[in-house]
């Protein structure tokens, strides 16, 4: 990943994890809390495809397991994350433009729902069974619910930030005046080149003349 791309996937991350611990894990919602967490990963998954949204989503969920009050196994949500980043990706539009919202929307439905799946089922596999005592059923239906109403203010954001940030508006300025210092050079260039030949050109016109010349005073003195 390029650094650009770096820098602003780790800034939301940060930006989106900070404030689903302060905030939205405090609003004591019943059933699951709204991932905004996801919701990031999700939109920069759509926009840089299926390698960079599994880089982002292990990221990112390594970030989650390891910031407090975490508790759980290390990695376990590391692992989910990627997996749903990577799966995410493919769902990358060729153009990069979305055509319509019901894309994103079942992408948001599907992730929230496979998430709480392949968190509770590697829960099951490392003996954690804290969703069998609060209810599936409850927690896959909140997570669809919450994520689908806060996906619209945070999913095309994060897509049109990541856009921004892969035109990257300097590098463009930088090219468009590395082109137009090319240009500028290469008139400078080709109108040096015509004086240059202007003034090769004067100088055999004038050595031609002065031959002449000097071939008249010749000719002049012998007819004397």
Known sequence: MRFNRVLLSVS????A???QVCILARLQLPGAVPDLLLLTVLGLALVYGHVGGA???FGAGLLADLAPPADHAAGRYALVLCLIGYLAGLAKPENGRLRSASGPMIVVVAAAVGTTLLYAGVGALVGDTAARHVGLGSLLFTAALYDLLLA???VPGVMALARRA????LAETSTGSGKTADVSAGWLSAGTGLRIGNQRGGLRMKTAKA???RAGRIKGVKRL
């Open 12 to 15: 939301l991350v940060v930006v």
């Open 166 to 169: 892969d035109n990257d508006p």
């Open 55 to 57: 880089f982002v989503g």
């Open 211 to 213: 031959r002449a010349a």
């Open 152 to 154: 619209p203010f945070v």
């Open 17 to 19: 994890l900070v404030v």
